[in-house]
T-cell receptor
Framework: DQQVKQNSPSLSVQEGRISILNCDYTNSMFDYFLWYKKYPAEGPTFLISISSIKDKNEDGRFTVFLNKSAKHLSLHIVPSQPGDSAVYFCAEQRSNTGNQFYFGTGTSLTVIP | EAGVTQFPSHSVIEKGQTVTLRCDPI?????LYWYRRVMGKEIKFLLHFVKESKQDESGMPNNRFLAERTGGTYSTLKVQPAELEDSGVYFC??????????????FGPGTRLTVL
């Protein structure tokens, strides 16, 4: 029973355009949602997060939006760059479960030069 | 500061054999997590150590998996005997003392396990 879902396994975007990666969740009792970025043969690295009490967090080219009524969040990358090509995972973090992460299946982003 | 390291990077074994994966967390990190990603699926939690104690092992698939963290430093994950469905990438992550803050889990590069 997967609690965090990323329904798009892949996404291709032209360099300079906006990339939008989506994530849906089922459990409302979370503290944070995080986005991790993963290159081949490397471990996931933290990208950006959002607290359960916020609806938007921005860091440079990256913005995460949280819609709690729809149980949906999205990561916007603008402008997209070829170096952004990677697999992106959203992860739910709950302090009442020892801060383990519940990950989605990942979306592979390809930014075309 | 050295990151989380994992050994080996790849392991290919036959069904029924034993494999031991090792994780060295970032020095001073009390929390250590093991995760696994089966091809195309989500990265799934296996267990969580706080120092040498198992805080949560609810994600361990079955009793063929044994994790230890001797002295609260490095950790090992042993699979005995290995089955075909154990194939995947095993990630280790660590974080600082107490409740991990947001985004403070640091991941290793993973061990790719293939069971033939």
């Amino acid at each position: 029973d997967q609690q965090v879902k990323q329904n798009s396994p892949s996404l291709s975007v032209q360099e300079g355009r906006i990339s939008i990666l989506n994530c849906d969740y089922t459990n409302s009792m979370f503290d944070y949602f995080l986005w991790y970025k993963k290159y081949p043969a490397e471990g996931p690295t933290f990208l950006i997060s959002i607290s359960s009490i916020k609806d938007k967090n921005e860091d440079g080219r990256f913005t995460v939006f949280l819609n709690k009524s729809a149980k949906h969040l999205s990561l916007h990358i603008v402008p997209s760059q070829p170096g952004d090509s990677a697999v992106y995972f959203c992860a739910e973090q709950r302090s009442n479960t020892g801060n383990q992460f519940y990950f989605g299946t990942g979306t592979s982003l390809t930014v075309i030069p | 500061e050295a990151g989380v390291t994992q050994f080996p990077s790849h392991s290919v074994i036959e069904k029924g054999q034993t494999v031991t994966l090792r994780c060295d967390p970032i020095s001073g990190h009390d929390n250590l997590y093991w995760y696994r990603r089966v091809m195309g699926k989500e990265i799934k939690f296996l267990l969580h150590f706080v120092k040498e104690s198992k805080q949560d092992e609810s994600g361990m698939p079955n009793n063929r998996f044994l994790a230890e963290r001797t002295g609260g430093t490095y950790s090992t994950l042993k699979v005995q005997p290995a089955e075909l469905e154990d194939s995947g990438v095993y990630f280790c992550a660590s974080s600082r003392n107490g409740l991990a803050g947001v985004g403070e889990q640091f991941f290793g590069p993973g061990t790719r396990l293939t069971v033939l």
